[in-house]
């Protein structure tokens, strides 16, 4: 079973607002109980701090941003996310600006967490720098 945490990170309001965590880790909780195996998805150092205790397996996709924005204008239409494709399309220049912050940014979704995040982890680790085969 798959969970983006994108789902549960933010409340559905316009603007977005960051959900407590708390509440994101209930359903989490909740989602690990009910799946023998699971693959969660999704930037949120603080979520996954949370699930650390219960993964077996860590993948850092720690792509070039020029690759990361690439993967965003070319994203397929993400239903669970957004009403309609020019919805989200409408959204990627702030995503764009987003992820060009990415190795600035110093909080719980910027590749200095990430990093601590991927190097405290006991379990086995793969970190994906390129796509290319």
């Known amino acids: 079973m798959h969970l983006d945490l994108d789902v549960l990170a ?33 930037c949120y150092t603080d979520l996954l701090e949370l699930v650390k205790p219960f993964a077996t397996e860590a993948i850092f996709m720690n792509l070039p941003v020029q690759l990361c924005q690439e993967n965003a204008k070319n994203r397929a239409w993400e239903p669970h996310k957004y009403e309609s494709k020019e919805a989200q399309d409408a959204n990627l220049p702030m995503l764009l600006e987003w ?11 910027s590749y200095r ?14 970190e994906i720098k390129d796509l290319r085969p």
């Open 99 to 109: 992820i060009s912050g990415y190795e600035d940014r110093n909080d719980e979704l």
């Open 10 to 42: 933010w409340l559905p309001t316009n603007p977005p607002v960051r959900r407590p965590t708390d509440q994101a880790y209930e359903t989490i909780e909740y989602f690990i109980k009910e799946n023998d195996e699971w693959v969660m998805e999704g």
């Open 113 to 126: 967490a990430h990093r601590m995040l991927f190097e405290g982890f006991d379990g086995k680790k793969t």
